[in-house]
């Protein structure tokens, strides 16, 4: 029975990373599900676990990105640096394709958080970038937990386990 314990322990533990994972900007949804599937996790909670990390964050960052973009500009004056290669990456995209390019390209090339900034930096309005980068989040999240679903029975690890499993079983 103890066992059993430390297991449900260590699977509930391991959730919470994905979400603390998935909320960790630059990090993503994209990353996080593959990893989860890889460890054993089942793919559909940690694809809704890794969904709800990613959301939460996006959300608070669009309500506080007038306050982070000064604090960003402030510190920037401050060590006497321009902009970094992520913010003109996602800049160049945000004038080639738009809103709709960036938030859709952002989870994987600068991050939903940064996409998320520069939008509403840009000018464009937080309900459309709500709207267009949830959208997307969900929509690349959607996609990693089908491929990962089917990466692992492709490769025939879908009985395996997965890496927690044989942490748990050597150190349990």
């Known amino acids: ?3 059993w314990r430390r297991w449900i322990i260590a699977f509930i533990i391991a959730y919470i990373i994905v979400f603390l994972a998935a ?10 599900i593959p990893v989860g599937a890889l460890a054993g996790l089942n793919v559909f ?3 809704l676990v890794g969904v709800a990390g990613n959301v939460i964050t ?9 306050r982070i973009r000064e604090w960003q500009r402030k510190r920037r004056e401050k ?21 709709p390019g960036l938030a859709i390209l952002g989870p994987v090339f600068v991050g939903s958080h ?11 309005s937080k309900k459309l970038v709500t709207a267009w980068v949830l959208g997307s989040v969900i929509g690349w999240a959607i996609v990693t937990g089908v491929v990962s679903y089917f990466a692992l029975d492709l490769l025939d690890l879908t009985n ?3 890496f927690l499993y044989d942490l748990l079983e050597r150190y349990s």
């Open 45 to 47: 909670l940690v694809t």
């Open 58 to 66: 996006v959300i608070l960052v669009i309500a506080l990105a007038d």
């Open 79 to 99: 060590k006497g640096k321009g902009s970094n290669k992520k913010n003109a990456r996602a800049e160049k995209i945000m004038n080639r394709y738009g809103l």
């Open 114 to 124: 940064l996409a998320v900034l520069l939008a509403i930096s840009l000018g464009s």
């Open 160 to 162: 395996n386990g997965g």
């Open 1 to 3: 029975v103890r066992n």
């Open 23 to 32: 909320a960790t900007p630059f990090i993503e949804v994209v990353f996080t």
